[in-house]
């Protein structure tokens, strides 16, 4: 059994506080035709890097139907700079177009099997994932990017037609688990990435 949600799955529920002061539910989203959830955070090199990228793929298929929701699970405990506070700072410093919600608890984490910062799912419109892993090949420097998986996706998607690809290896840091008990992944390899 594979730790990740596995592709055909469906979307978990949440109900997590976003930076703009609201909360948000999995179904507050209903009216989007295609998802993506993204596992994320304030610090990690690999996410800085590829956030620009990121952007120019949420602006590109906005009016596909296509909405972007980023999820903060790193423990503040373990790197403080990705508590709530400093959240609601970048998201003001950088207009990010997408909701950004925290996951203090790490329990959305845990439910989707995140893996690295960033990671990424892609759901279809009966919120069934269709794609799971990164969305560049190069995350900590884009000017060395050569693929494009997350595109890539939401071009087959949003044309109906089959994913080619639908599992990649994500590459990031680790997610940042709070207390031994979840620490299958060393907290400070933030440096680690998936074999390609």
């Not at 790197?79 to 400093?86: E, G, I, N, R, T």
């Not at 700072?89 to 919600?101: D, G, I």
């Not at 960033?118 to 050569?146: E, I, Q």
Request: hydrophobic letters at 35%; a negative charge.
């Amino acid at each position: 059994m594979s730790f990740t949600l596995e592709i055909g799955k469906q979307a978990i529920p949440f109900n997590l506080p976003a930076t703009d002061g609201k909360n948000y539910q999995l179904e507050d989203f209903r009216d989007s035709p295609y998802l993506v959830i993204f596992f994320t955070c304030n610090h990690c090199p690999y996410v800085i890097g590829s956030d620009e990228v990121t952007r120019e793929t949420v602006l590109k298929f906005k009016d596909k139907g296509v909405r972007f929701v980023a999820i903060n699970s790193n423990s503040k405990n373990t790197y403080a700079d990705d508590d709530f506070p400093h959240m609601v700072k970048r998201m003001e410093e950088f207009n990010f177009p997408w909701t950004y919600l925290y996951d203090e608890s790490q329990d959305i984490a845990l439910a989707y099997g995140a893996l690295r910062t960033p990671h990424f799912y892609v759901f279809d419109s009966d919120r069934k994932l269709v794609y799971t892993g990164r969305a560049v090949d190069s995350p900590r420097d884009t000017s060395k990017m050569t693929v494009n998986d997350l595109e890539r996706t939401l071009e087959e998607l949003t044309s109906g037609k089959e994913i080619s690809v639908p599992v990649t290896n994500p590459i990031g840091c680790n997610v940042k688990w709070d207390g031994k008990d979840r620490h299958w992944m060393p907290a400070d390899a933030c440096d680690l990435v998936w074999n390609q």
